[in-house]
């Protein structure tokens, strides 16, 4: 089927074009590879869509810019890949605290230190449990596809706004630099009015407004964070996976982003000499579709996670179906370019387990 | 007949609530140049305040403005962000000397450069007066903190850093000028000043800073009247006071 | 031109810069302490007949403590 508007860009460019499409008005960055094409494409492009971009004088301060743009209820977002992320920690938890929309994405790489500059799914921990201090929590979406890093971007706006909450958008090296075809699209029947009923734009006509994290009185701070606390739980309406060839498998392969796409293509190739294993893919790795996973696990299926790190999601998953069963899990070493055959082996050992 | 009038006239901007600030602290006064410069500008309504960390974290109690609380150093960025955001609307950061020259240096550096279109009131009092005392990067040579107790040892600590001096020197800069509020003379002055810096942002002329001498009678373990003469003695001495950078004046020459 | 200054006690931190500041010198500190603990400062009514309406107290002070007012005639008015 010929799709006229479709288009052969990099991830990292749908990233960037997909923070248009949901109106994105201010961005923040600082050069890091892999993800240098995002502020190279929005240092013309925010301009032209009547925006700002700033290269900032450093990640902190980026993310901190972020923290103020958003909390004037605009939409807008800075990029970076995992040392850079490992900076902004600081505001994204003060966003957190403020309760501030900002839209922070981590097209990651090899760790820990400087690590390199190739394919890892090592930030899943700092992505999913916090990373900055104090209890709180992002929402964060996965990317298979060059495609779902457009649609996710433009979701990671609306769920920033809808609870009031930063929102990460965790890619890696293999989705920022693959080039695949988008069909791009523009979001219908935005609120014109988002972020005006508590955004900061002067005190006209009414009281003040104040954002902020520090809470001094007594049982203040415990109430923020039991309000807190119940926004993340509200959250759970968000959950997003996908679901493939699950139904009749004896095995599941459980996989994120890339490695959830690499994974696909050995599952096929082994379906095809009649092996049994099927694949939930996270979309949404905060809140994570521990629900799905259990009711998978009270079927008798087996789990198998592969990461590619020394293994952070498996604690999840292990936590999701600790009741009734358990996960084996295979570690695809950061440093290196995982292949769909480097996952046959493997899927094989834990199908004869 | 006669009419009583009242010469005093505290702006409304400036909630009547009683300040945390110890006595004889200058932020109070610095509070009320803010509160005075925005009021006869017309501009409260229009005026986003940006917090920092540090004695002054609850400006927000006793300025009536929206406001956002940012980290430690980070307000410039923060105040960048706002700007970038809502470029209609005054921007203003509220400073001490350990949160914009010590761990905000480059936020506060950076955004100068960039000749954002904001204001900072920066309020030097030389020491980290909320944390309890300790060493700031203006702290003078020879001054006792709780973290150079023996008095800023030149050679361990390095010397006291010059701010408005620095920012002067950036490209971004429409206006620098330090001042003191510690008598009515140097108040005076202060009070244009600030009204000035907030003039020139309306203007869009780029980046305005004044910097406040201040007291910390506590920390400085001293009345607030010999604070006061501290201000006349020490800091005057090692942070002249005057206008550093001045666009406008610049161009009338 | 007599004139007037009120004190919010309450508000009062016993800082005393307002003493200094005080051109005529009629400001002193009272024996009187507020509810905050602080000892306050006063002008004692036959001082206030020396007020000249400068002010400089209310400038000075920190805490919004000061509020001065002048009597003028209806002709000559406040400057």
């Known amino acids: 089927m010929s799709q006229p508007n479709r288009i052969f860009i990099k991830g990292n460019e749908a990233i960037a074009r997909g923070a248009l499409a949901a109106g994105a008005k201010c961005f923040f960055g600082y050069p890091i590879t892999p993800q240098n094409d995002i502020p190279e494409f929005m240092s013309q492009a925010m301009f032209d869509a009547g925006g700002q971009f700033v290269q900032a004088e450093s990640e902190v301060a980026a993310a901190n810019m972020l923290l103020g743009a958003a909390a004037c209820g605009i939409r807008s977002l800075t990029t970076s890949s995992s040392p850079g992320i490992s900076l902004k920690q600081e505001a994204i938890s003060y966003m957190a605290g403020c309760e501030v929309p900002g839209v922070i994405v981590n097209v990651s790489r090899g760790g820990p230190g400087l690590g390199d500059i190739g394919p890892s799914q090592a930030d899943y921990f700092q992505a999913v449990k916090g990373g900055g201090h104090g209890d709180y929590k992002l929402l964060v979406l996965a990317p298979g596809t060059v495609q779902e890093a457009y649609d996710l971007t433009i979701k990671a706006f609306d769920l920033a706004f809808k609870y009031r909450n930063p929102v990460m958008l965790l890619a890696d090296a293999i989705i920022g630099q693959m080039q695949e075809p988008v069909v791009p699209w523009t979001p219908e029947n935005r609120d014109p009015h988002e972020g005006q009923d508590w955004g900061l734009v002067g005190a006209k006509n009414r009281a003040p407004r104040l954002i902020k994290s520090l809470f001094l009185d007594d049982g203040a701070l415990a109430g923020q964070n039991q309000k807190l606390q119940a926004k993340y739980e509200a959250m759970k309406a968000e959950i997003d996976q996908e679901l493939f060839l699950t139904e009749d498998a004896e095995l599941i392969i459980v996989a994120f982003g890339s490695i959830g796409r690499i994974v696909k293509s050995t599952i096929r190739k082994l379906r095809s000499q009649g092996k049994k294993v099927g694949l939930v893919r996270p979309i949404t790795l905060f809140p994570f579709p521990a629900d799905v996973l259990l009711r998978l696990a009270k079927e008798g299926k087996r789990f198998l996670t592969i990461e590619h790190n020394m293994g952070q999601m498996v604690e999840d998953v292990r936590l999701s179906i600790r009741m009734v069963a358990d996960s084996d899990f295979y570690a695809q070493l950061p440093g290196t370019l995982p292949t769909p055959d480097d996952f046959e082996q493997p899927i094989l050992k834990a199908l004869e387990g | ?253 | 031109m007599p004139s007037r200054v009120e004190f919010r006690e309450d508000r009062c931190k016993g800082c005393l810069l307002c003493i200094e500041a005080c051109p005529t010198g009629i400001i002193q500190q009272s024996n009187r302490f507020n509810q905050k603990g602080y000892k306050v400062v006063e002008i004692t009514p036959e001082m206030m007949a020396e007020c000249k309406g400068c002010a400089f107290c209310a400038m000075i002070c920190p805490d919004y403590v000061i509020n001065v007012f002048k009597t003028a005639s209806e002709k000559g008015g406040a400057a």
């Open chain 2, 1 to 253: 007949m006669t009419q009583e009038i009242r010469v005093t006239n505290y702006p409304q901007v400036l909630t009547d609530r009683p300040t945390h600030y110890c006595p004889g602290c200058h932020h109070g006064t610095a509070h009320r140049l803010v509160a005075e410069a925005l009021t006869d500008l017309g501009l409260v309504d229009n005026t986003i305040l940006v917090g920092s960390i540090g004695c002054s974290v609850f400006i927000y109690n006793y300025l009536s403005l929206d406001a956002i609380e940012s980290p430690h150093g980070r307000a410039p960025a923060v105040a960048t962000g706002i700007k970038r955001a809502r470029p209609d609307k005054i921007v203003f950061t509220y400073q001490g000397d350990g949160d914009l020259a010590s761990i905000g240096m480059a936020e506060i550096m950076h955004c100068a450069n960039r000749g954002e279109n904001v204001t900072t009131i920066f309020v030097n009092n030389t020491v980290y007066g909320m944390t309890g005392g300790q060493m700031a990067p203006t702290t003078l040579v020879g001054q006792k903190t709780t973290t150079c107790p023996g008095g800023r040892c030149k050679e361990r600590a390095g010397m006291a850093i010059r701010m408005t001096e620095i920012i002067a020197s950036l490209g971004g800069v429409a206006y620098a000028e330090r001042v003191a509020v510690n008598n009515i003379k140097n108040i005076k002055k202060a009070q244009k000043a600030v009204r000035k810096a907030f003039d020139y942002q309306v203007q869009g002329l780029g980046f305005s800073f004044v910097e406040v001498l201040a007291t910390c009678p506590t920390n400085w373990r001293m009345t607030p009247q010999a604070a006061n003469t501290r201000i006349e003695t020490e800091m005057i001495p090692y942070f002249p006071l005057g206008v550093y950078k001045d666009v406008k004046a610049q161009e009338d020459k």
